[in-house]
């Protein structure tokens, strides 16, 4: 009977175990919330005063999510974008929204998803670092600090 009393604590310890969420991780100089990893956020700017953001987005989770916005004090609007190819032409547009598969991950890069700066408060400067708020539909909001880069 003990044995029974405790082989049935250790099944429901194991259950509620597997229940829980993910903690937050640490990665890349970004803190990450439920799920979500992000690593590798560096950005450039542009001679018309805007700029943009790129970064590998990971969901470590067992559940699609979805970055729905992005927020920061370093430029008048932040948006998500793509570029996209019309006809050979390369046009960049704004989107609702960047899915993350659940185990997978998204790369925001240039000629491709990313988080564009638009109205820039100051020019970037290679070296320069700035926070954004990244706002997933599951996870929360997740601080990433980006890098001004050459590139």
């Not at 829980?20 to 979500?36: E, W, Y």
């Not at 542009?46 to 700029?51: L, P, R, V, W």
């Not at 970064?55 to 996209?84: C, F, K, W, Y």
């Not at 609702?96 to 185990?103: E, F, L, R």
Request: aromatic letters at 4%; one cysteine or more; a negative charge.
């Amino acid at each position: 009977m003990r044995r029974m009393v405790w082989m049935c604590l250790v099944f429901a310890a194991l259950a509620l175990t597997a229940c829980t969420t993910a903690v937050p991780v640490q990665n890349g100089g970004s803190t990450a919330g439920v799920g979500i990893s992000v690593a590798g956020s560096w950005a450039r700017g542009a001679d018309e005063g805007n700029g943009a953001a790129y970064m590998i987005i990971r969901n470590i989770g067992n559940q699609p999510d979805r970055l729905v916005s992005a927020a920061g004090d370093v430029a008048a609007a932040i948006e998500l974008h793509t570029v996209e190819n019309n006809n050979g032409v390369m046009a960049m547009r704004p989107v609702d929204s960047i899915d993350v598969p659940a185990g997978g991950q998204v790369e925001l890069k240039p000629g491709g998803y990313h988080v564009m700066l638009v109205g820039l408060n100051q020019p970037l400067a290679p070296g320069d670092r700035f926070a954004l708020t990244l706002q997933f539909e599951r996870a929360g909001p997740v601080e990433v600090i980006a890098e001004v880069r050459n590139q």
